[in-house]
């Protein structure tokens, strides 16, 4: 039997870094946080967040990427609804939030999902309302606190500084896990 792995068997989009794959992890509304075990491929519980908080928005990775922090990229995908954990969207891509966490650069990539027509009418990270950022640099940079870990929200970046992120970690990948 042929086990398809989600970070290195799912492509990261043939219309990269426009658009791309994203496996979701955790869906908004959540509080649990769910990556994948890099040597299985399953989803597994990494804790429950300390604090009340939840996941503003669905929660994911960009396949077949390897971003500073040593793991897949991250995406966050904008959609009118929680998506359930392991599904794969095309998402479009609008921006980027950098932000460093327990010292390491740890970008998340801000996109939409291509096939939601409540938000795909988005084509840019600034066309976003503005409370959105807020929220997200909010949840960042709090949800962690109750663990005594730190996050810093550095900067948003544009779409142009989000598609050189993406085309990175898909070189990264490339060169030191796909070797």
């Known amino acids: 039997m042929n086990v398809l792995h989600p970070w290195?068997?799912?492509?990261?989009?043939?219309?990269?870094?426009?658009?791309?794959?994203?496996i979701i992890e955790i869906p908004e509304g959540s509080r649990a946080k769910y990556e994948i075990d890099?040597?299985?491929?399953?989803?597994?519980?990494?804790?429950?967040?300390?604090?009340?908080?939840?996941?503003?928005v669905n929660y994911g990775f960009i396949p077949q990427t390897y971003g500073d922090d040593k793991d897949p990229l991250d995406i966050l995908v904008i959609t009118s609804l929680p998506v359930q954990p392991?599904?794969?969207?095309?998402?479009?891509?609008l921006g980027v939030m950098q932000m460093v966490d327990g010292g390491d650069a740890d970008d998340?990539?801000?996109?939409?999902?291509?096939?939601?027509?409540?938000?795909?009418?988005y084509n840019r990270f600034d066309e976003l309302?503005?409370?959105?950022?807020?929220?997200?640099?909010?949840?960042?940079?709090?949800?962690?606190r109750l663990e005594n870990k730190t996050v810093v929200v550095e900067d948003f970046g544009d779409?142009?500084?989000?598609h050189g992120i993406v085309k990175s970690a898909v070189e990264a990948y490339k060169k030191y896990i796909a070797k």
């Open 129 to 144: 309302p503005p409370h959105f950022f807020s929220e997200l640099r909010h949840f960042f940079e709090e949800y962690k």
């Open 8 to 22: 290195h068997g799912v492509p990261y989009g043939e219309n990269a870094p426009e658009f791309v794959n994203a």
């Open 159 to 162: 779409m142009e500084k989000a």
């Open 86 to 93: 392991l599904t794969l969207i095309e998402a479009k891509v």
């Open 108 to 121: 998340k990539i801000i996109a939409v999902a291509a096939k939601d027509p409540s938000v795909n009418h």
């Open 38 to 56: 890099k040597e299985s491929g399953l989803l597994k519980l990494d804790r429950v967040i300390y604090s009340s908080f939840h996941y503003p």
